[in-house]
């Protein structure tokens, strides 16, 4: 059977750049699966542990792989993708500096959201063109990841030295670059957490609040969907201002004092998080509901 992630494209070997990618878990092999599909060379691909590196390599066909980061892996790379977890990237940059490699001209990439290129200045004392490229999507696996990397994002910050090559690359995987400076990292990836992760709280509250009326999750999921479907493409497409339905938006006092009471009845720990949300509804409503009653809420929610 035809796997749904599989490439219907014939990769062009001869003339790309030859890509190492360090740590080969969701987006490493992400990454390298697509960049293999559009003739680039994984000349290795490396893990923690040799079973990892061995499913790393057939996903992305990188020709080597590698539980050891050794120079060997190194000879012919033009373009290194350190895809480790946060913490360990200043780690791998400073491990690769220390081997026998000649780095200058080759070019280092990290796919970090929150952390800058200077995670890898030890390469750039070494002369290699360092950057960070982050893909923003969510990646919960390679094959998800796949299938979801067409038209994102990628922000870049870095030597300039490396912007060509980013482009070209983002291009090829049909996405779109932004640039992004280094200091506003943190701030870009905590706004990017607020819109995954942080989306996904409230809703877990709402499945765990049926639960209590005795709706199952598989069926609280199902009921949810078109609504959270629906509130998502909206929201999506137009002024969040005029998207929010609900009590909050028509000024309706009487169902929020009803919902802090059964919260703090059935449960009181989703009481604050309730009032922090409402809190920012009702800044977002604005003007568009009478100030006496905006008044009234900001009371019930105090
Ligand atoms: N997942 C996302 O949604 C997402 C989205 C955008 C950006 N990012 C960024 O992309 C990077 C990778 O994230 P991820 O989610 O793909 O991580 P991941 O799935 O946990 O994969 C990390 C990979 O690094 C390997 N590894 C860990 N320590 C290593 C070391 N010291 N040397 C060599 N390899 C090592 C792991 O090896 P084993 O397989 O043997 O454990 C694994 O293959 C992070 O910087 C993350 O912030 C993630």
Not at 64 to 86: E, G, K, N, Y
Not at 188 to 201: K, N, S
């Amino acid at each position: 059977m035809k796997r749904k992630w599989a490439s219907t494209k014939r990769p062009d070997h001869s003339r790309k750049p030859h890509v190492v990618i360090i740590g080969g878990g969701r987006v490493g092999q992400t990454l390298g699966r697509l960049l293999s599909d559009q003739g680039y060379v994984i000349d290795s691909v490396v893990c923690r542990t040799s079973p990892a590196a061995r499913a790393a390599q057939r996903f992305t066909r990188a020709r080597r792989a590698s539980s050891l980061i050794s120079a060997d892996l190194f000879p012919s790379a033009q373009i290194v993708f350190i895809t480790t977890p946060d913490a360990r990237i200043a780690r791998t940059s400073l491990l690769l500096s220390r081997l026998a490699v000649d780095w200058n001209g080759k070019i280092i990439f990290h796919t970090s959201g929150a952390l800058s290129s200077r995670e890898l200045a030890a390469l750039s004392a070494k002369g290699a063109r360092v950057a960070s490229l982050h893909p923003l999507q969510t990646f919960p696996s390679p094959i998800e990841g796949v299938k979801r990397v067409r038209g994102i994002f990628y922000t870049f910050e870095g030597d300039p030295g490396t912007e060509a090559m980013a482009r070209k690359l983002v291009r090829e995987l049909d996405g779109r670059l932004v640039k992004i400076r280094a200091r506003d990292k943190p701030l870009y990836h905590c706004a990017g957490t607020f819109a995954c992760g942080g989306l996904l709280a409230p809703l877990s509250v709402a499945y765990e609040l049926y639960g209590k009326i005795g709706i199952r999750e598989k069926t609280a999921r199902a009921m949810l969907k078109p609504l959270v479907n629906a509130t998502v493409e909206l929201a999506q497409n137009s002024d969040l201002r005029k998207t929010i339905t609900g009590p909050i938006s028509r000024g309706d006092a009487v169902s929020i004092a009803g919902h802090i009471r059964a919260l703090a009845e059935v449960a009181p720990q989703f009481e604050t998080l309730y009032k922090f949300l409402s809190l920012r509804m009702l800044e977002l409503v604005g003007a568009s509901i009478p100030r006496e009653m905006s008044r009234m809420i900001k009371r019930l929610l105090a």
